[in-house]
């Protein structure tokens, strides 16, 4: 048979596993990976398809390139970190790495280098791949530890932000915290509490149809039936836990900068200042059971006006009648 169609037929091997390979099977499955490939994307954009999706940034997008957009201190010193030092030094890193492999395949081929070296150390060699990376590390780590201790050092009005300084070389002060709020991990979902006010709610995540039902989509796998409502503009102390009779999450919020454990048991402490309205997505960053994947976090930021509605009416009623005063539309 001609060499031309085996693309086409059965190539016969000795069937010694139970099953025969042939190249039409492997080009079956070629495109079978191809069309699920194709089908996952197209069924993610028809669920949304009619429906006006939520376009505040506090989320990942579809392509998006690297961390997302600041809108706290913190997560502005983490960008500047991650930009100022991390991106400059992998740069240099990669560059060197492609530069000893060109310098190897070129000079050191069969061709170009016949009669190989049999050598077995070199001291200078391997003090230099000690030392540097030692140089490297600290080069990293310094200043990451500013960064690192202001997210779990709450401003008291007059300590200035640390990781701001080292990296604008500004004298950045964020003022001491107005609103306390309590967010305790359960199984599988969050309760909050304004600790000032002991007013309590849980938070879950949409089920798809409820998703889909609200005028403005909210993204899918993070949209909550009760959000977290805070003041911009105002520094928020978090207070974080799990059940006592839980396991461990971990409430997280790229666009603020936050990740900290909720530990049965043990209550950690960080804070945020939004610097911008909207609503702003997370979830739980710790492998917790069967349903880790459908805790997302969701924390909407108003103007001080309606953050004062909001909580007045929460007071005299409940969160629904506290949620029906938000001017803001998901």
Same mark, same amino acid.
């Given at each position: 048979?001609?060499?031309?169609?085996?693309?086409l037929?059965?190539i016969?091997?000795?069937?010694?596993?139970?099953?025969?390979?042939?190249?039409?099977?492997?080009?079956?499955?070629?495109?079978?990976?191809?069309?699920?490939?194709?089908a996952?994307? !197209?069924? $993610?954009?028809?669920?949304?398809?009619?429906? /006006?999706?939520?376009?505040?940034? !506090?989320?990942?997008? +579809?392509?998006?390139?690297?961390?997302?957009?600041?809108?706290?201190?913190?997560?502005?010193?983490?960008?500047?970190?991650?930009?100022?030092?991390?991106?400059?030094?992998? /740069?240099?890193i990669?560059?060197?790495?492609? &530069?000893?492999?060109?310098i190897?395949?070129?000079?050191?081929? &069969?061709? %170009?280098?016949p009669?190989? *070296?049999?050598? =077995?150390?070199?001291?200078?060699?391997?003090?230099?791949?000690?030392?540097?990376?030692?140089?490297?590390?600290? @080069?990293?780590?310094?200043? *990451?530890f500013?960064?690192?201790? +202001?997210?779990? =050092?709450?401003?008291?009005?007059?300590?200035?932000?640390?990781?701001?300084?080292?990296?604008? #070389?500004?004298?950045v002060?964020?003022? $001491?915290p107005?609103?306390?709020?309590?967010?305790t991990?359960?199984?599988?979902?969050? /309760?909050?509490?304004?600790?000032?006010?002991?007013?309590?709610? +849980?938070?879950?995540?949409?089920n798809?149809?409820?998703?889909?039902?609200?005028?403005? @989509?909210?993204?899918?796998?993070?949209? @909550?039936?009760?959000?977290?409502?805070?003041?911009?503009?105002? =520094?928020?102390?978090?207070? @974080?836990?799990?059940?006592? =009779?839980?396991?461990i999450?971990?409430? %997280?919020?790229?666009? #603020?900068?936050?990740?900290? +454990?909720?530990?049965?048991?043990r209550?950690?402490e960080?804070w945020?200042? $939004?610097?911008?309205?909207?609503?702003?997505?997370?979830?739980? *960053?710790?492998?917790?059971?069967?349903?880790?994947?459908?805790?997302p976090?969701?924390?909407?930021?108003?103007?001080?006006?309606?953050?004062? $509605? #909001?909580?007045?009416?929460?007071e005299?009623?409940?969160?629904?009648?506290?949620?029906?005063?938000?001017?803001?539309?998901?």
């Amino acid at each position: 048979m001609p060499h031309s169609c085996l693309s086409l037929t059965a190539i016969h091997q000795p069937n010694t596993g139970g099953y025969e390979v042939t190249a039409l099977t492997l080009k079956r499955l070629a495109l079978t990976a191809i069309g699920l490939m194709a089908a996952f994307p !197209g069924a $993610a954009m028809a669920q949304d398809a009619g429906a /006006t999706l939520i376009q505040e940034g !506090g989320y990942a997008h +579809d392509g998006q390139l690297g961390l997302q957009r600041s809108v706290t201190p913190i997560m502005d010193s983490i960008v500047a970190f991650h930009d100022g030092v991390l991106m400059w030094t992998i /740069t240099a890193i990669v560059l060197l790495v492609l &530069a000893l492999l060109v310098i190897v395949v070129v000079r050191f081929n &069969a061709k %170009a280098n016949p009669v190989p *070296s049999r050598f =077995t150390h070199n001291t200078v060699v391997e003090v230099v791949w000690t030392v540097v990376p030692i140089i490297i590390l600290i @080069v990293i780590a310094v200043p *990451s530890f500013g960064v690192l201790a +202001d997210q779990i =050092t709450v401003p008291d009005g007059e300590r200035k932000y640390l990781g701001s300084n080292i990296f604008s #070389f500004g004298e950045v002060e964020v003022p $001491a915290p107005e609103v306390t709020v309590k967010a305790t991990g359960e199984q599988w979902f969050w /309760t909050y509490e304004y600790v000032d006010q002991g007013l309590f709610f +849980d938070s879950y995540m949409l089920n798809e149809e409820a998703r889909l039902a609200e005028e403005v @989509v909210q993204p899918r796998l993070l949209a @909550v039936d009760n959000e977290l409502v805070v003041p911009v503009g105002t =520094t928020v102390r978090l207070q @974080v836990t799990a059940a006592p =009779t839980g396991v461990i999450h971990a409430f %997280a919020l790229p666009s #603020f900068g936050i990740k900290i +454990d909720a530990v049965p048991g043990r209550l950690n402490e960080t804070w945020f200042n $939004a610097e911008e309205t909207g609503m702003f997505y997370g979830q739980c *960053s710790e492998l917790c059971g069967k349903d880790h994947a459908f805790m997302p976090i969701a924390i909407r930021v108003v103007e001080r006006e309606e953050y004062d $509605a #909001f909580i007045a009416a929460f007071e005299n009623g409940s969160y629904d009648d506290a949620q029906a005063t938000l001017v803001a539309a998901r």
